[in-house]
C-alpha cells in the first residue's frame, strides 16, 4: 500500500544533497512557501518539459511567495548538469536510494507504456511556511502541470 499525503498533513523530513553537493533539510525550508515536486529522471524528454515550465514560471512563482525544487533518483553530478544545459535556477535535489520519494507516497506501481512497473509517479506538493503540505498532486503529466498548478495557487486569473 502506497502512502497518499493529504493537505493538512506534514511534510515528511528529509536531508538531500542538491545539485552542489550541499545538504539541504526540510527544516531550511521553513519560513517560506514551496512547490516541492518529484520527477523520475534528469535530462529525459518529459522531465526537461517539465523543468523549463517551472523555470519559465519562476519570476511568477518566486513573485507569488514561492521557492521550487525538484527531486529525483539522480546523483548531485548530473542534476548540476542538468541545471547548467537546461538553465534551470532553482533547486534539485537527489535521492538515490528513493526513500524520501516512499515518505511522501511517490515511489510504486505505475503505468507505462501499457506494463505496469515499478518507479516515479510523477507529483507536486505545495508546503507552506511551516511544512504542512496544502497541495498533494500525483500522477501529474509533465507537459502543462506547471501553468494548471500556476492557476490552482491564484497566480494566473
Known sequence: MTVR?????????????????????????????TVLYFYPAAMTPGCTTQACDFRDSIASLEGAGYRVIGVSRDEPHKLAEFRERDGLTFTLLSDPDHSVHAAYGV??????????????????????????ITLAQYNVKATGHVARLRKMLGIDA
Open 107 to 132: 515511489w510504486g506501481e505505475k503505468m507505462n507504456y501499457g506494463k505496469v512497473v515499478e518507479g516515479v509517479i510523477r507529483s507536486t506538493f505545495v508546503l507552506d511556511e511551516n511544512g504542512t
Open 5 to 33: 499525503l493529504e493537505p493538512g498533513t506534514a511534510a515528511p523530513d528529509f536531508a538531500l544533497l542538491d545539485q552542489d553537493g550541499s545538504t539541504v533539510r526540510l527544516e531550511d525550508l521553513r519560513g517560506r512557501k
